[in-house]
Every structure is written in structure tokens, then in C-alpha cells.
């Protein structure tokens, strides 16, 4: 049973930084890619950034890019999330994500949520302005 944790949220002014941090338990965690997503209220759950299974390719959402960085440590079975210059648009529940099946290959950082089978219960993001 794969299981994810996030960790980190919080409320920030505009312009702070966070890190979320996904704990992941249930498989052997350096063999899958990963990814964070986010929902605002009234709006569908968008990509923000996606890691392979090595750390070695990342993808970032065009909103996010240049602001946000995704990596991942996998002696310690977590992926995260740094956000820098945090905006009031960047206000959602954020969630971290694995696919179902194996995913070691180099070139695999799905940004689609349909290839994503496992979900974390979310963690809330506010920023001020």
C-alpha cells in the first residue's frame, strides 16, 4: 500500500518561500517518478513540477518556473518542493503524487494527472498579500 504524506504548508506573505516535503512509504520509492500538483478553490488540480525517478530531469509549470524547484531525496523516501517569491495566486491545496506502475526510466516525469495512480491528502498553501 503506497502512502503519501505532505508536509510543510502554511501561511506566508507574498514574495516568502516554503518547502513541502512528501514523505512516500510502501514501495521502493527511487524506482518511480514524482510529482506535485495544486488545486484552488473552484478551479481543477493543475501540474506544478515533476521529478524521475533519479533526480536527474525535473519539469516545471510555466507559472511556477524560475520560482519553484522540485528534487528529491531518496535515501530519505521524500520528494519536495522549495517556492521562492510565493505570489497570491500560488494560494491552493498542494498535492504530491506517484504513478502506479514502475517508472525507471530516465525520461519519465509524467505532467499529466491522469498518469498519476497514488495521492497525498494535500497541504495548504495561503499567501498574503
Known amino acids: 500500500q503506497v502512502q503519501l504524506v505532505e508536509s510543510g504548508g502554511g501561511l506566508v506573505q507574498a514574495g516568502g518561500s516554503l518547502r513541502l516535503s512528501c514523505a512516500a512509504s510502501?514501495?521502493?520509492?527511487?524506482?518511480?517518478?514524482m510529482g506535485w500538483f495544486r488545486q484552488a478553490p473552484g478551479k481543477e488540480r493543475e501540474f506544478v513540477a515533476a521529478?524521475?525517478?533519479?533526480?536527474?530531469?525535473?519539469y516545471a509549470a510555466d507559472s511556477v518556473k524560475g520560482r519553484f524547484t522540485i528534487s528529491r531525496d531518496n535515501a530519505k523516501n521524500t520528494v519536495y518542493l522549495r517556492m521562492n517569491s510565493l505570489k497570491p495566486e500560488d494560494t491552493a491545496v498542494y498535492y504530491c503524487?506517484?504513478?502506479?506502475?514502475?517508472?525507471?526510466?530516465?525520461?519519465?516525469?509524467?505532467?499529466?494527472?491522469?498518469?498519476?495512480?497514488?495521492w497525498g491528502q494535500g497541504t495548504q498553501v495561503t499567501v498574503s498579500s
Open positions: 503524487a506517484a504513478p502506479g506502475g514502475d517508472s525507471s526510466s530516465y525520461y519519465y516525469a509524467p505532467r499529466s494527472k491522469g498518469e498519476y495512480t497514488y
Open positions: 510502501g514501495r521502493t520509492f527511487s524506482r518511480y517518478a
Open positions: 521529478i524521475n525517478y533519479s533526480g536527474g530531469l525535473t
